[in-house]
């Protein structure tokens, strides 16, 4: 993930990796084309969060659902490793500001690789 590029918004940070830019890195088991066709998601809420666990995984399910709904009804490029990173603020907002947040992002990762 170290090559990868941030992109911010107000309740999150995501960090984009195109998969098919950085061909060396891929397993030496794995076939090369369905390698690059995934799509992969992993959320981050840290403890610097909230120290409850019920908190931070709150938000990491709530983040989920947004990202899975916006998938489902949406299309999305393939060949991308996308990392949810919550930022402090976002522990308070309700479900429908962060779902209208990671919908305002997911069009901006589009835009972004498309150039």
């Known amino acids: 993930m ?18 098919a830019r950085i061909t060396d890195f891929f397993p030496k088991k794995e076939n090369p084309e369905k390698f ?3 799509l992969r998601l992993a959320y981050s809420v840290g403890v610097k969060i909230s120290k409850k666990a019920v908190e931070r995984n709150r938000l990491r399910r709530q ?12 299309s999305f490029p393939q060949g991308l ?5 919550a930022k402090k603020i976002a522990l308070n907002e309700s479900y429908a500001e962060i779902s209208q947040e990671v919908e305002l992002l997911m069009t901006k990762i589009k835009k972004f690789v498309q150039c």
């Open 63 to 74: 983040l989920r659902e947004s990202v899975r709904l916006f998938l489902k009804n949406n």
């Open 81 to 85: 490793y996308l990392l949810f990173v």
């Open 36 to 38: 690059k066709k995934q």
């Open 2 to 19: 170290k090559y990868g590029q941030w992109l911010n918004g107000r309740l999150f940070d995501i960090k984009v990796l195109e998969l």
